[in-house]
């Protein structure tokens, strides 16, 4: 099983800064990779595939990069509606596995 | 508009069995392979299953494997998870989920919430 490892755990920040989350795979994913989003109460959504590809709807302040085993989410200018908790996905191998969260909380 | 309506969900007993459900709808549900995806209060996602678009093949987390059976009805474009012999460590909100993208996951119901205690 593919585990990932997701870096911090918690990030505090203020509005209008620039966050950068970390997921790192225990063996290469090659680039498949997502990125997931969820708040209180409400099911994940996706935000990027294929490690840097920006599922439909999704605001270009979010981006992707990374293969391999290193991928980074970045939001460019945090908006009050980013805080909430991500979470990183591999399809590469069977069992598909998530990292455990990292919560993006309000400074 | 795309809808997963799982339902199901409920109280059991350690040792028990419950038949989850997903009533998909605006989009045509034999064209995709279909997923469950679990959550333990206060944790994060677990995969658990998935079916192929036809049902011939299934995939399993270890941790439900011979527990677990995934199957879907095309003709009534629902999806459904069988579990049996159930845990503590069961106890999650199950979530169905599908992908236009193999594996990746961009439509997800509300969930169905699974509580095992005796």
């Known amino acids: 099983e593919i585990v990932l490892t997701q870096s911090p755990a918690t990030l505090s920040l203020s509005p209008g800064e620039r966050a950068t989350l970390s997921c790192r795979a225990s063996?290469?994913?090659?680039?498949?990779f997502a990125w997931y989003q969820q708040k209180p109460g409400q099911a994940p959504r996706l935000l990027i595939y294929d490690a840097s590809n920006r599922a439909a709807g999704v605001p270009a302040r979010f981006s992707g990069s990374g293969s391999a085993t290193d991928f980074t989410l970045t939001i460019s200018s945090l908006e009050p509606e980013d805080f909430a908790v991500y979470y990183c996905?591999?399809?590469?191998?069977?069992?598909?596995?998530f990292g455990q969260g990292t919560k993006l909380e309000i400074k | 508009e795309v809808q997963l309506l799982e339902s199901g969900g409920g109280l059991v007993q350690p040792g028990g069995s419950l038949r989850l459900s997903c009533a998909a709808s605006g989009f045509t549900f034999s064209n995709y392979a279909m997923t469950w995806v679990r959550q333990a209060p206060g944790k994060g996602l677990e995969w658990v299953s998935c079916?192929?678009?036809?049902?011939?093949?299934?995939y399993y987390a270890d941790s439900v494997q011979g527990r677990f059976t995934i199957s879907r009805d095309n003709s009534k474009n629902t999806l459904y998870l069988q579990m049996n012999s159930l845990r503590a460590e069961d106890m999650a909100l199950y979530y169905c989920?599908?992908?236009?993208?193999?594996?990746?996951?961009?439509?997800w119901g509300q969930g169905t919430l699974v509580t095992v205690s005796s």
């Open positions: 079916i192929t678009k036809s049902g011939d093949t299934t």
């Open positions: 989920a599908y992908s236009t993208r193999w594996n990746y996951f961009d439509y």
């Open positions: 996905q591999q399809r590469s191998n069977w069992p598909i596995t």
């Open positions: 063996q290469s994913v090659s680039s498949y």
